[in-house]
C-alpha cells in the first residue's frame, strides 16, 4: 500500500521532503492522476499530492497573467479566463481518454509534461508561456524562478528546464503563465483523401503562407473514417478569418480544398486531434509521440510499416502519433526506424511490463546523458523524487 502525503502549503511540502530525504525515502509526485501510465513505472512507496495546493494566487487581466497552485485544475482556470475573453496559448491536452484515468488535469502536471496541443505551431509550447515558478526541490528548499512579467527574466532558464522535466527535479507547487485573447472565431479547411506525403506538402504550403494558421494536422485513413483528411484552422476576427479561408482555399485548390467548417464543428475536431481520442482504443495497443521534421514525417511512418496499427499528424506533420502492437520488436522497429531521420519517440502508453523493459523516453547519447544526472543531482542529490521515472537510474 502506498502511503500519500498530502501538504496544504509549499511550507508543509517543504517539510515532508526534508523528513522523507532524512529517511532516505523516495517520493512519487501525484497531481490529478490523469497521466499515471507515463513514463517508468514508479516503485517509490510513498508518493505526494499536491490536491490540497490548490486556488489562483493572482489574476491580471489587464496585464494577461494568471498564477495558480500546483493542484489547481486546468478546467477551472480556462473557464475563469474565458470570463474575460482569455486563454491559455497552447491548447493543453487532456490525457484521460488515452489512460481512462478519472481526475482532473492540473496546472502542475501541465507544467511537469510541457503538455502542449496543436496551437504549439503559432502559439508555442507551454514552455514559452510558462513564466515565473515556484518548486521545493529534493533539499525540502523553496525555490523561486521568474516574475509575473516577461521582462523579469531573473531565474527563466531554470523555469523552462523545469518545464518537461516530468517531476524529476523537483515539486511545482504554484506557475504563472502569459496568457492571450480567445479569438472570435475560427473556422477550418478541410481536404479529403490525400495521402500522407500530399497532405504534409499541403499543411507546409498553408503553414508558409501568410495567413497565420493555427492548426495544421492529417488525419490517416480508419479511425472512424474511410478516407484520409486534412485540417488547418483559421482563428481571429470574423472579417479575417473570412478572408484568410477565402484566401487558403484558392492556395490549396491544386489539393482539393473546397470548403470549411465553422466554429462548433472545428473546435470538436481540435479537441480530437489534441487530445488523441483516435487512438484511445484498442487498449491493449501501445500508443507513441514521435517528434521530427515533417518532411521526413511520411518516410518514418512508412519505415514502421506494418508494425503502425493506425497513426496521424499534427503539427504541420511534425508530431506523428502512432499506435503498434505493445511488444518490445515494435518499439525496436520505431527506433530504428526515426534513427537515420532524427527526431525524439516517446512511448506515451503501454502495459507496464514494457514500460520497465524499454526506453520509455527518447535515449540520450553518452554527454547528454551525464549533463541530465548532474542537473538531476543538483536539484535532487538523493533522488527523492520521481527516480527513474524518466531514465533508469536518473
Not at 482532473?104 to 496543436?118: K, R
Not at 516574475?147 to 523555469?159: A, F, H, P, S, Y
Not at 522535466?165 to 479569438?183: D, E, H, I, S, W
Not at 480508419?222 to 472579417?239: H, V
Amino acid at each position: 500500500m502506498v502511503e500519500t502525503l498530502n501538504p496544504a502549503s509549499e511550507a508543509e511540502a517543504a517539510q515532508l521532503v526534508l523528513e522523507a530525504r532524512a529517511k532516505g525515502r523516495k517520493l512519487d509526485i501525484v497531481g490529478g492522476g490523469t497521466r499515471a501510465g507515463l513514463g517508468r513505472p514508479s516503485h517509490a512507496d510513498t508518493a505526494i499530492s499536491t490536491a490540497k495546493m490548490a486556488g489562483i494566487a493572482f489574476y491580471e487581466p489587464a496585464e494577461m497573467v494568471i498564477c495558480a497552485e500546483a493542484g489547481t485544475p486546468v478546467r477551472e482556470i480556462e473557464a475563469l479566463i474565458a470570463q474575460r475573453g482569455q486563454m491559455l496559448p497552447f491548447e493543453p491536452m487532456d490525457h484521460r481518454g488515452l489512460y481512462g484515468t478519472p481526475g482532473e488535469p492540473t496546472i502542475g502536471g501541465l507544467v511537469a509534461g510541457n503538455i502542449s496541443g496543436p496551437r504549439r505551431i503559432s502559439a508555442g509550447a507551454a514552455r514559452d508561456a510558462l513564466i515565473g515558478l515556484r518548486l521545493v526541490n529534493g533539499r525540502g528548499e523553496i525555490i523561486k524562478n521568474g516574475g509575473r512579467v516577461m521582462k523579469n527574466v531573473t531565474g527563466l532558464d531554470l523555469v523552462k528546464l523545469n518545464c518537461g522535466a516530468q517531476g524529476t527535479l523537483g515539486l511545482v507547487t504554484q506557475a504563472t503563465f502569459k496568457l492571450l485573447p480567445k479569438p472570435e472565431c475560427a473556422a477550418s479547411i478541410v481536404i479529403r483523401r490525400l495521402d500522407d506525403k500530399r497532405a504534409i506538402e499541403a499543411l507546409s504550403i498553408a503553414l508558409g503562407s501568410p495567413f497565420s494558421v493555427s492548426g495544421a494536422a492529417h488525419i490517416s485513413a480508419g479511425m472512424g473514417r474511410e478516407f484520409p483528411r486534412t485540417f488547418l484552422r483559421i482563428e481571429g476576427f470574423r472579417a479575417s478569418v473570412d478572408y484568410r479561408i477565402a484566401s487558403l482555399l484558392a492556395l490549396l485548390e491544386p489539393f482539393g480544398a473546397k470548403h470549411a467548417l465553422e466554429d462548433e464543428y472545428s473546435e470538436r475536431i481540435w479537441r480530437a486531434i489534441g487530445d488523441a481520442t483516435f487512438l484511445t482504443t484498442p487498449e491493449e495497443l501501445a500508443i507513441w509521440r514521435v517528434s521530427l521534421a515533417p518532411s521526413k514525417a511520411a518516410d518514418f511512418v512508412a519505415r514502421v510499416g506494418a508494425h503502425a496499427q493506425a497513426h496521424f499528424y499534427d503539427w504541420g506533420g511534425g508530431l506523428v502519433w502512432l499506435s503498434s502492437e505493445a511488444t518490445p520488436d515494435a518499439a525496436a522497429t520505431i527506433r530504428a526506424a526515426l534513427a537515420p531521420l532524427g527526431g525524439h519517440a516517446t512511448l506515451v502508453r503501454a502495459p507496464q511490463e514494457l514500460r520497465e523493459t524499454i526506453d520509455v523516453f527518447e535515449p540520450l547519447s553518452a554527454p547528454l546523458m551525464q549533463i541530465t544526472k548532474g542537473v538531476k543531482t543538483s536539484f535532487d542529490p538523493d533522488g527523492v523524487f520521481n527516480a527513474g521515472r524518466m531514465y533508469a537510474g536518473v
